[in-house]
């Protein structure tokens, strides 16, 4: 009787596993993205590259001391620039350009990508911003960043028929300079987690005030000092070593 009872629950139970597999949608995990190179979070390689990405610019007042830095100590960045303040400000977007750095795709109106919004948003989000960069740099650059890191399949997908990757951060590198965490707390972030194909995410605009030119130059320095070169998404994306896209020596992967 009781091992009758024990088949009968394992039955179910496995009806109901299978009836959950089948009719909830796939979800995917990072290493899925990964290995499709459909999104990357940091690129395995070698050589002491590090990509620093400045998002939701660009700024008056922020982007030029940025700009500066990045000279003063020889840095190339990636800037993912929102497409309503790139109709402001586009003699920075040129400024950026000039200057040997690479402008990306951040959105018009920054909008977070979740569930509900409808294809046509996410595609006139894009799309725009791959237009006005267009006739402000005359250049394409591949690079897309959803705001807030928000991406699913509908979005990886029409990125793609723009033409875009969609490329995020390195976990171990998301500074949270977004919410003034204090200029050391940003600096220890990067520095005490900064190893071999990273990307960094900073931001040149912040709603109040911000802290994350002071923290560059505590940054910039330590990191060149330890023989680190910044570059662009671009530049580290042509050292990536291996097809797999996921770091082996990451030693804080893990799914979130
Ligand atoms: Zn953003």
Same mark, same amino acid.
């Given at each position: 009787m009781r091992t009758k009872l024990v088949w009968v629950l394992l039955f179910s139970l496995t009806g109901c596993m299978l009836l959950t597999a089948f009719s909830s949608p796939q979800k995917h995990d990072r290493r899925y993205y990964e290995s499709r190179g459909e999104v990357v979070w940091d690129v395995p390689m070698s050589e002491k590259l590090i990509a620093f990405t400045f998002d939701d610019g660009p700024n008056p007042e922020t982007t030029p001391q940025v700009l500066e830095l990045l000279k003063q100590y020889e840095a190339k960045a990636t800037f993912f620039v929102i497409g309503y303040r790139i109709d402001k400000y586009p003699d920075i977007v040129r400024r950026e350009i000039a200057e040997g750095h690479e402008v990306a795709n !951040?959105?018009?109106? !920054?909008?977070y990508f979740t569930r509900n919004v409808s294809e046509k948003t996410i595609a006139q989000e894009i799309g725009n911003v791959q237009q006005k960069l267009k006739q402000v740099t005359g250049q394409a650059c591949p690079w897309f960043r959803p705001p807030g890191g928000f991406y699913n399949d509908k979005v990886i997908r029409i990125a793609k028929q723009y033409g875009y990757k969609v490329i995020l951060w390195s976990w171990h590198q998301d500074s949270k300079d977004w919410k003034s965490p204090g200029v050391n707390h940003i600096a220890n972030k990067v520095l005490k987690n900064a190893r071999n194909g990273d990307i960094v995410l900073l931001h040149d !605009?912040?709603?109040? #005030? #911000?802290q994350t030119v002071e923290a560059l130059k505590i940054i910039l320095p330590e990191l060149i000092e330890r023989g680190f070169r910044i570059v662009t998404v671009s530049e580290l994306m042509a050292h990536k070593v291996g097809q797999t896209g996921h770091n082996p020596n990451s030693f804080l992967y893990q799914e979130k």
């Open positions: !951040h959105t018009d109106n !920054h909008i !605009h912040v709603e109040g #005030s #911000s």
